[in-house]
């Protein structure tokens, strides 16, 4: 155990400044390039295909546990305070606040980002990327953008799926296995929860978070060391990284969205 | 632009993606209870207006007939000024009497109108005076201990008349 010098410090500092600097300019260009993306909508709906549609069944399976879950949980808590009418709000609450969005987008990075990252690492790796710069193509533009656009499209969506079912998960526990009045159930939820301060507030958690994701699956990749190790060690960093940063934008978010 | 079969498939993604935000606005949230009929504004001072928001309900006989729309407060009378939108379909006496209420032991509160039996109905801009504040628990134990302890000290000065 050596204590660092001053110099291993600075040169510390100064490759996360290049780094920062670099993704920085990548989100750039990928939002620049929005314009061909949505030209050739073929490539993004491609992407949607591939990110959204095949995300599909582990996020509906999901939601539908959560639901079921959040559903138990809450009727235990509340029958304690015979709310237990109340479960509906509290099943839809939480989820299309909170867990909606967030389990969503991390189920997304693990499912979505994943193969994002490594698709692209592998392209770097064989030199695929290096080709198309030579004919002329810039990868950026045709690889990269209309994949973070499909993200972009497809995580909102994924989330909406994942509340839609868990409240479904919810009703089905609370009403059909716990005997709870259905009047009641979707009574207090309708009266709580509100389109445009619940609802909204979720949908733009879930862009940013698709935002989020598929940026730092893309980065990951583009930065990626051009070996079977450098790949695999990017796939890795890609969870933890979207993981983290959705974890931390959703406190966030959250403190912002709902202090008031 | 060339079809594919993939076509399909991110049609059906995006109906579904589509349909559950649907859902969620309708049945969770019940977009279609914010009704987009016409209302007309009525004003009303509370002394205590306790927990209530904007949106709250504004029941008749349990129905809905509108939502508070906005609370200040009036440094002038040092009343909470609720001002309610209700429904136009629905008119009520100009004497109607408002009381804040609670929907069960730990339910939201909203505000409960009473019809009156004046002839002329409220018009856009009235103001109702009739109002009956929101029930804060510590000002009701405060007032119980209170009669508690005048009950017990008239007790005892009868005790010692006799």
Redesign the interface.
């Given at each position: 155990m050596s204590f660092w010098k001053p110099a291993d410090v600075g040169f510390a500092v100064r490759g996360k400044l290049v780094d920062i600097g670099f993704a920085a300019r990548l989100l750039a260009r990928l939002v620049r390039h929005a314009r061909f993306s949505f030209r050739r909508l073929s490539l993004v709906r491609d992407q949607v295909h591939f990110l959204g549609n095949y995300s599909l069944a582990i996020i509906a399976v999901s939601g539908l546990f959560v639901g079921f879950v959040l559903a138990l949980q809450g009727y235990y808590t509340l029958q304690r305070y015979g709310s237990a009418d109340a479960l509906g709000l509290l099943v839809a609450l939480s989820l299309v606040r909170e867990l909606g969005p967030v389990v969503a987008a991390l189920l997304f990075a693990g499912r979505a980002g994943t193969s994002l990252t490594a698709e692209i690492g592998l392209m770097k790796a064989g030199e695929q990327l290096s080709a198309m710069e030579m004919m002329a193509v810039d990868p950026v533009q045709r690889i990269l953008a209309p994949r973070f656009w499909g993200g972009v499209i497809a995580m909102p969506l994924l989330a909406a799926v994942f509340s839609a079912v868990g409240v479904i998960g919810g009703w089905a526990v609370g009403v059909l296995m716990l005997g709870l009045d259905p009047g009641a159930f979707w009574g207090q939820m309708q009266g709580g929860v509100d389109v445009w301060r619940d609802v909204g507030n979720g949908v733009i958690k879930s862009v940013v978070f698709g935002v989020t994701v598929t940026f730092v699956a893309l980065l990951q990749g583009y930065r990626a060391q051009p070996t079977p190790e450098g790949v695999s060690r990017a796939t890795t960093r890609t969870v933890v990284v979207a993981s983290l940063a959705v974890l931390g934008l959703d406190f966030v978010l959250t403190a912002l969205m709902f202090s008031i | 632009?060339?079809r594919?079969k993939?076509?399909v498939?991110?049609g059906?993604?995006?109906l579904?993606?589509?349909?559950?935000?649907l859902?969620?606005?309708l049945?969770?949230?019940?977009?279609l209870?914010?009704n987009f009929q016409k209302t007309y504004g009525v004003t009303a001072r509370f002394d205590n207006i306790g927990g209530l928001k904007p949106?709250t309900?504004v029941k008749s006989s349990g129905v809905v007939v509108g939502r508070v729309e906005s609370i200040t407060f009036d440094d002038k009378t040092f009343q909470a000024s609720v001002t309610l939108a209700l429904q136009t379909r629905y008119s009520f006496p100009k004497d109607s009497s408002l009381k804040i209420l609670t929907s069960?032991?730990?339910g939201?509160q909203y505000i409960g109108i009473e019809a009156g039996a004046d002839e002329k109905n409220l018009q856009a801009g009235d103001t109702i005076t009739s109002t009956q504040s929101a029930v804060v628990l510590e000002n009701l134990i405060g007032q119980f201990l209170y009669n508690k302890a005048a009950e017990g000290g008239g007790s005892s000065g009868n005790s010692n008349k006799k």
């Open positions: - | 632009m060339e594919s993939s076509d498939w991110v059906l993604f995006v579904i993606g589509a349909a559950a935000l859902f969620l606005a049945q969770s949230a019940n977009l209870s914010l949106q309900a069960g032991l730990l939201e």
